[in-house]
């Protein structure tokens, strides 16, 4: 098999329906099959009352957060405006993700003065050693996303958890 082979049908191998659940969700969902089969069919006032306009949708009608927009406040006004109860406030969680820094793009990991991740951060979950090295605390970041987009040089990402 030649490489270019290889990687074709690597690249195959995946579905459709994986590459779409590796999106963000708001955090208010029972099941993500219900995304397909409740929100083709909505008017996406989720988006619409987001009041960090945050939730995108897609293409098939479902809803995914963007935080390259900013962060979710978990405000509550995307499950209370859900007409079909595919988002509700009985199902609220933690956004299903982890937040990273990625040491090599950080520019405090590299000796810069930088806390602009730390300032938007509403927990407190981003702790720094010193004035540097910035780490984020999993058991306090609730995965809001407010230091994703607000960071110079894109070293904080989200990880979509499985």
Known sequence: MKRRELFSSLANSFSKKEVQESQIRPPYYKELD???????????????????????????????????????????????????????LEFKKKIDSKIEIDILKCMSWHNTMCFSCKDPCLDDAIKFLGMFRPSID??????CGFCISICPSEAIKIIKEM
């Not at 995108?56 to 509550?76: A, E, H, K, M, S």
């Open 138 to 143: 999993d058991n306090t970041c609730t995965n």
């Open 34 to 88: 219900s995304f397909h089969k409740e929100c083709i069919n909505c008017n996406n006032e989720c988006a619409t009352f987001c009041e960090e306009n945050i939730i995108v949708i897609q293409d098939d009608n479902t809803p995914i957060i963007d935080f390259n927009l900013g962060g979710c406040t978990y405000c509550d006004q995307c499950a209370i405006n859900c007409p079909n109860d595919v988002l509700t």
